[in-house]
């Protein structure tokens, strides 16, 4: 029996070993086989800035009363078209209907169309004053919008900027602005970059005001929604990598270059130039037709960088 004994547990042991240890063998054989490879090679880059604003007009006005009062009459309507000077509503100065001012004539201060006012609040809706509301004057310390007029014809997309894109931004540069709505594609370039930034009350981020100006525009109205894409830098034939394949160790670049001859992997630096969020331009370090790992390999010559 002693003998039976010394025969079976070195097999139990042995086939324990490889019961276990198989599938952990098999599992990096099986990872290794599945690491995706991207090759280098010939092409163009372009990197863009892109962010979405609202249309809105360039000079768009509050109409408000002189003097504090009742509405008494208002004689225009969202939408319609209005004169420089034209009567717009007419208030009734005082407390009270028993004070007898003479009524306030409320004109257009320019040539546009009548829109709504903004609400004060996030449930305020927007609005046109009525007949028989009290509005406060011009001279007090918060006035009443009754309307507002806006010029159609001289449209901007304003932009709220993060502080690390707004760098990459100059005036008069030119973009394309797409209209979601019109699914049309209209012409533009980078009007005021604000130089003071605002900060959001509630997560602190900050942003800089941008207005972009809009040419040959049509049909479009206030409110729609507009990406705007401007090219930054545009290279043309030059190698190129996915960012997949590339990686980063104390500040240097380097890859996991497949070696077909040996069939390891050598990790290997780069030197890269322009580069957008799916592909980089290799500078030095690898050649048209080489093939890279997008993960770290297990059958890797050595884990020190080389020079290819």
């Known amino acids: 029996m002693k003998k039976i004994y010394i025969y079976i547990l070195p097999a139990a ?39 979405i604003g609202d249309i809105t007009p360039r000079n768009i006005i509050e109409v408000r009363s002189l003097a504090s009062g009742e509405l008494k009459e208002v004689l225009a309507k969202e939408g319609d078209r209005v004169e420089k000077g034209q009567k717009l509503a007419v208030v ?37 004053k009525k007949p028989g509301e009290r509005v406060t004057g011009a001279s007090d310390y918060n006035p009443t919008c009754i309307m507002r007029v806006a010029d159609l014809s001289d449209m901007i997309v304003k932009l709220e900027v993060g502080e690390s ?28 970059i604000s130089p003071s930034a605002k900060k959001d009350r509630n997560g602190g981020v900050k942003t ?18 507009a990406r705007v894409t401007a ?33 390891k992997a050598v990790k290997t630096a780069v030197s890269l130039g322009t580069r957008n969020e799916m592909e980089a331009e290799i500078v030095s370090g690898l050649k048209e037709g080489d093939m890279v790992y997008t993960d770290k390999p297990l059958n890797i010559e050595n884990d020190k960088v080389s020079k290819s």
């Open 208 to 225: 800089f005001p941008v207005e972009v100006e809009i040419s040959g525009h049509q049909d479009i109205l206030p409110g729609m929604t």
């Open 92 to 128: 009734l100065p005082g407390q009270s209907a028993a004070d007898k001012f003479m009524p306030v004539d409320v004109l257009s201060p320019i040539e546009g169309t009548i829109l709504k006012c903004e609400g004060n609040g996030y449930y305020d809706e927007p609005e046109i």
């Open 13 to 51: 042991i042995a086939g324990l070993a490889i019961y276990f240890l198989y599938p952990v063998y098999k599992k990096y054989s099986v990872v290794e086989a599945e690491i995706e490879k991207v090759q280098v090679y010939k092409g163009d880059i372009e990197v863009t800035f892109q962010d």
């Open 231 to 263: 090219v930054l830098e545009n290279k043309k034939d030059v190698l190129l990598l996915p960012i997949s394949g590339i990686f980063e160790e104390k500040g240097k670049n380097f890859v996991y270059l497949y070696n077909e001859k040996t069939g």
């Open 165 to 192: 894109e707004v760098m990459k931004l100059k005036r008069n540069m030119p973009v394309t602005i797409f209209v979601e709505a019109l699914k049309k594609t209209l012409k533009g370039k980078i009007g005021i």
